[in-house]
Nanobody, 124 residues
Framework: QVQLVESGGGLVQAGGSLRLSCAAS????????MGWFRQVPGKEREFAAA??????STLYADSVKGRSIISRDKNTVYQQMNSLKPEDTADYYC???????????????????WGQGTQVTVSS
């Protein structure tokens, strides 16, 4: 059974930092690209960042570029978020997609597995 478990969310002041983690189990982690998405109630889930499994290439949404760093190790993917803004407030989800060596996907529909999410609240 595949499980993706996010952690690291919380309440932070604007300008602060958080490090989100997503621990994966039940899959061959090294064969999956990983992504972070976020969703505000009433809005569609949107892409934030992704990392391939092969060459660790990364892709960021313009909304987080320069403020976020996605990384991965043996079975965990991370998103370091800096200079947080109130508009970063959302539920953050990690997702996994079986993919080729360098493939990164931004579409929510393409991902195979999803975590339950972790809430991030940024106060002004």
């Amino acid at each position: 059974q595949v499980q993706l478990v996010e952690s690291g969310g919380g309440l932070v002041q604007a300008g602060g930092s958080l490090r989100l983690s997503c621990a994966a189990s039940g899959l061959t982690f090294s064969a999956y690209a990983m992504g972070w998405f976020r969703q505000v109630p009433g809005k569609e889930r949107e892409f934030a960042a992704a990392i391939s499994w092969g060459d660790r290439s990364t892709l960021y949404a313009d909304s987080v570029k320069g403020r976020s760093i996605i990384s991965r190790d043996k079975n965990t993917v991370y998103q370091q978020m800096n200079s947080l803004k109130p508009e970063d407030t959302a539920d953050y989800y990690c997702a996994a997609i079986m993919s080729r060596y360098t493939t990164i996907t931004v579409s929510t529909r393409a991902y195979d597995y999803w975590g339950q999410g972790t809430q991030v609240t940024v106060s002004s």
